[in-house]
């Protein structure tokens, strides 16, 4: 079975604070993604890599970094957090492929920002 | 206006009732998605279709290219079946664009 871990399912850190969110896979996917999902916007793309030290911004990029050090981990950064980044976070891997795109979702965390 | 739209985006049924689920969108799309989340936030795939139906046990999906639309149905609905349904469609050849979700709610 395709496995995608998030380091944790719930945090809370402080105005201010560098919050590292961390996603691991196993399948040797070439593709992975950070989305946040809020109530009402459904998920919406951070940030996409397709490949080790390759990123490329999605939809809501700011307040955001990453980083792809290796191919089963990518980490989600917000260099200074702030309370409208309290959120769900999902990760997402898939294979690199020119035509589906089915993708393998993380069990989430949820951030709140205090 | 959201490329993927997803209606209703609440639904509240009786256990037993036949339900449906719709999605319409906007733009050319190498295959569609049904997506299944249920509280706690895993999501699971539930369907990948670009062309008719797809079966599986009390689900099933449907797709109009044409019409650019698509259904979720499920038949004999059961409280186990209470989740958040999400549309999403391909975008190129990586990227998938999400619908809002539908909160379906089954009562014993």
């Known amino acids: 079975d395709v496995k995608v871990t998030q380091s944790s399912r719930y945090l809370v850190k402080r105005t201010g604070e560098k919050v590292f969110l961390e996603c691991v896979q196993d399948?040797?996917?070439?593709?992975m993604f950070w989305y946040r999902q809020d109530p009402g916007l459904g998920l919406r793309l951070i940030y996409f890599s397709y490949d080790v030290k390759m990123k490329e911004k999605g939809d809501i990029p700011e307040g955001y970094s990453v980083s792809r050090e290796k191919k089963e981990r990518f980490s989600l950064i917000l260099e200074s957090a702030s309370t409208n980044q309290t959120s769900m976070y999902l990760c997402?891997?898939?294979?690199?492929?020119?035509?589906?795109?089915?993708?393998?979702f993380g069990p989430g965390t949820r951030l709140t920002v205090l | 206006k959201n490329e993927v739209e997803q209606s209703p985006q609440n639904l509240t049924a009786q256990e037993g009732e036949f339900i449906t689920i719709n999605c319409s969108y906007s733009v050319g799309i190498s295959a569609l998605h049904w997506l299944q989340q249920h509280p706690g936030g895993g999501i699971v795939s539930l369907f990948m279709?670009?062309?008719g139906k797809k079966k599986h046990g009390r689900l099933i999906a449907t797709i109009n290219i044409q019409e650019k639309h698509s259904s979720l149905h499920i038949t004999a609905s059961h409280p186990r079946d209470s989740a958040v349904y999400i549309c999403?469609?391909?975008?190129?050849?990586?990227?998938?664009?999400f619908g809002q979700g539908t909160r379906l709610t089954i009562n014993p």
């Open positions: 999403a469609v391909g975008k190129g050849a990586q990227k998938l664009v």
């Open positions: 399948m040797d996917h070439e593709n």
């Open positions: 997402a891997s898939s294979f690199l492929q020119k035509t589906y795109n089915e993708q393998f």
């Open positions: 279709l670009s062309s």
